[in-house]
């Protein structure tokens, strides 16, 4: 069985930072691209960024690019993602799945874990 357990969200200022994790579970994971997908309140959810298998290339939405990075550690099957210079606009829950096509950026489970709430507010 799939599972994804998204964890490190919380309260921030504007232009601060956080590292969110995602412990994967279920599927071999160093086999799959992944990717973090956020939503946020009346949103639909939205990609973010995408790392392949080995981590030789990664994928960004314009509105993260430069400020967050992607990373994975496929010994301990799990996905980062480092958030800096956060901004309001940031606030949603984030939400990590394996990825099914990466020009798509589409998901591949269609069961998605619970996600972690980020919250940037002064």
């Known amino acids: 069985q799939v599972q994804l357990v998204e964890s490190g969200g919380g309260l921030v200022q504007p232009g601060g930072s956080l590292r969110l994790s995602c412990a994967a579970s279920?599927?071999?994971?160093?086999?799959?691209?992944m990717s973090w997908y956020r939503q946020a309140p009346g949103k639909e959810r939205e990609f973010v960024a995408a790392?392949?298998?080995?981590?030789?290339?990664?994928a960004y939405a314009d509105s993260v690019k430069g400020r967050f990075t992607i990373s994975r550690d496929n010994a301990k099957n799990t996905l980062y993602l480092q958030m800096n210079s956060l901004k309001p606009e940031d606030t949603a829950v984030y939400y990590c799945?394996?990825?099914?096509?990466?020009?798509?950026?589409?998901?591949?489970?269609?069961?998605w874990g619970r996600g972690t709430q980020v919250t940037v507010s002064s």
């Open positions: 279920g599927f071999v994971f160093n086999y799959y691209a």
């Open positions: 790392i392949t298998s080995s981590s030789s290339m990664t």
């Open positions: 799945n394996a990825l099914k096509n990466w020009g798509q950026r589409t998901a591949l489970y269609a069961d």
